[in-house]
Each structure stands twice: as structure tokens, then as C-alpha cells.
């Protein structure tokens, strides 16, 4: 492994501030003003009502750091050319993308550990270890199709503009047909919500997801499934970006 590499892409990424505020601050920040706006809650629910919303709040962060975060990071460098000098010492786009992946995911680990642990200390959030491994587990597979999309994005268009409007696009649909912007799956119109239940991310703001992880109920295979086709697809967009770009560099 190039040190150097590792601490050039570790020092972009603590300079981003979308990536530090998004990943880091914001989650928390929601957990915060969803938590503390349950009333009318009945008291024999409101724990596994909190440890829902703390589950499905921290798909923020990865979101944040692998999606957005990249995206605003490297579209911008891609389009001044700060990356075309790294093709002198044959350093790829494979490459990168490998000390990018390890650096973010260092960074995530990081978010999820401050995360979860001002969860319990500072709301009383308890969530057993053994279910934030299982979550985190689940989550790591949404990152990493995240980080493949992300990244694709950049390398196909190189224009800042399009790669951040696209991530960004992205990222709220996803959280708005995730369950995450206030308005929940089963509250949403009949059609919206069909689309909304084909996408793995709806079901981490679930009970069923809750008691899956938490209480050792049966696992949801179509949800495992439905994770496993999402980073299969992310990875083709990847492949696919990787050869169009080594057909315009030849």
C-alpha cells in the first residue's frame, strides 16, 4: 500500500465538509429532534420505537460520506485535472478507487462508532453489540454499492455539476422512499409506496427490521436479496464507467 496515496486521499476527505458534517454531525442531529418529538408514544412501545428511528437514521452517514461526500470531493478534482497527473506514475482509477473505499471506510467506522455511542449515553438508546455488528453488516453492503455509484458517476461525466446533482438526487430519493424524511412507507400513496417496498433501504426504517436485528427474529431474504442485486448493479455501472473512460484515455 502507497502511505502517500493513503494520506493524500485521508487528508482530502477531512478537508470535506460535506463529508464531516453529513456523515458525522447531521445523523445525530436528527436522531436528536425525532427522539425528543416522541409524545404520544405509548410507554410500553417507545423503546423499540427509538431504537427504529436510531437504526434507520444512521443510513445517513454511509450515504453522506460514500455518496454525496465523494462526489462533491472528486468531480471537483476530476475536473481540474488533479488525477491526470497521478496517470504519470501509473496509478489507475482501480487504484484510487481501492484507497478511496479503504480511507472513507475507516472514516464511516468512525461516524457509526461516535454515532451509537452518543445514542446511548446521551438518549438512552440501548442497542446489544451483537445487533449493531449485524447492522452495521447489513449497512456496509449500502456503502459499498453507494461508493460504486458515487464514484461512477464522477469518472463518467468528470463535470462537478452533474456528479453532485446526481448523487444529491439520489441521495434524497432514496431517504424520502426510504421512510427517512418524516413521511413513512406506510403512510405513502398506494403507487409510491409499491416503488418505495423494491428498494432494500425502506425496509431499515421497518420494525420488522428492528426485531430482525435486535431480537433474533427471522431474516428478511428478500431484503438480503434485494442488497446483494443492489451492489451486483453498482459494480456493472462501475465496470462500465472504467471502460469508457480507458476508451476515451486511449
Excluded at 462526489?71 to 488525477?83: I, N, Q, R, T
Excluded at 484507497?99 to 461516524?111: A, D, Q, R
Aim: hydrophobic share 50%; aromatic share 16%; net charge positive.
Amino acid at each position: 500500500m502507497n502511505k502517500y496515496i493513503f494520506k493524500f486521499e485521508t487528508k482530502l476527505l477531512l478537508q470535506n465538509f460535506t463529508s464531516l458534517f453529513f456523515g458525522m454531525v447531521f445523523p445525530i442531529l436528527m436522531s436528536f429532534l425525532i427522539i425528543s418529538g416522541l409524545k404520544d408514544v405509548p410507554a410500553p412501545l417507545i423503546d423499540e420505537v427509538k431504537r427504529s428511528i436510531v437504526l434507520s437514521i444512521s443510513i445517513i452517514s454511509p450515504f453522506s460520506i460514500f455518496l454525496v461526500g465523494l462526489s462533491a470531493l472528486f468531480a471537483k478534482d476530476l475536473e481540474e485535472g488533479v488525477y491526470d497527473r497521478l496517470d504519470l506514475f501509473s496509478i489507475n482509477h482501480l487504484s484510487m478507487a481501492k484507497y478511496k473505499f479503504i480511507v472513507y471506510y475507516l472514516f464511516w467506522t468512525v461516524c457509526n462508532i461516535f454515532y451509537f455511542g452518543v445514542m446511548k449515553y446521551a438518549l438512552g438508546v440501548n442497542i446489544p453489540l451483537i445487533s449493531i455488528i449485524k447492522h452495521t453488516g447489513f449497512v456496509t453492503l449500502i456503502a459499498v454499492a453507494s461508493f460504486f455509484i458515487g464514484y461512477s458517476i464522477c469518472i463518467f461525466f468528470k463535470k462537478f455539476s452533474i456528479s453532485f446533482s446526481l448523487s444529491m438526487g439520489i441521495y434524497f430519493f432514496s431517504m424520502i422512499l426510504g421512510g427517512m424524511m418524516g413521511i413513512q412507507v406506510e403512510d405513502m400513496p398506494k403507487g409510491i409506496k409499491k416503488i418505495a417496498q423494491l428498494i432494500p433501504i425502506s425496509h431499515f426504517s421497518s420494525i420488522e427490521y428492528v426485531n430482525e436485528v435486535a431480537k433474533g427474529a427471522k431474516l428478511n431474504y428478500s431484503f438480503f436479496q434485494s442488497l446483494i442485486v443492489l451492489v451486483l448493479l453498482s459494480l456493472v455501472l462501475f465496470t462500465i464507467s472504467i471502460y469508457k473512460n480507458k476508451r476515451k484515455s486511449n
